[in-house]
C-alpha cells in the first residue's frame, strides 16, 4: 500500500508507542477528535496519545487508504488491551505541507 510519509510515520510511531514521535507528525495548531474528546496543538496530541498508548497498548495494521478532495481516510485494524479488540476504525485525515492538521478517529 502506497501511504504517504507522514501516514507512514504515524502508523510507525503508534506500533512503537512512542508518543513524541507520533505527536510530531501533527502541526502545532492540528486537532484530533477521538472518543467524544478534542486534543489541540502538538502538546496535547503527545499527551493523548501517550495516556491513551498506556490504557489500550493499541497498535495498527493499515487496511486501507484512500484520498478525497482535502480528506484522506486510512482505514486500519487496531488491537490491544480493549473490548472488542481488534476492531477496524477509520482515521479521517487532513494533510498539508507534510503534516497533519486534522485527525478524527472513528468506529
Known amino acids: 500500500m502506497n501511504l504517504p510519509k507522514v501516514v507512514s510515520d504515524l502508523v510507525e510511531t503508534q506500533n512503537n ?4 514521535a507520533y505527536a510530531n507528525c ?7 477528535y477521538d472518543e467524544g474528546k478534542t486534543h489541540k496543538g502538538r502538546k496535547e496530541i503527545e499527551h493523548w496519545i501517550a495516556d491513551a498508548n ?8 493499515p487496511i486501507s487508504y484512500e484520498e478525497k478532495g482535502t480528506e484522506s481516510i486510512l482505514k486500519a485494524e487496531a488491537s490491544g488491551k480493549f473490548d472488542g479488540s ?11 505541507d507534510g503534516l497533519i492538521q486534522s485527525l478524527k478517529i472513528t468506529g
Do not use: C, G, K, W
Not at 17 to 20: R, W
Not at 88 to 93: F, K, N, P, Q, T
Open 86 to 96: 481488534p476492531i477496524v476504525l477509520s482515521y479521517h485525515l487532513e494533510i498539508a
Open 26 to 32: 501533527f502541526s502545532e495548531t492540528a486537532v484530533v
Open 54 to 61: 498506556v490504557r489500550y497498548h493499541a497498535t495498527m495494521q
Open 17 to 20: 508507542f512512542d508518543s513524541v
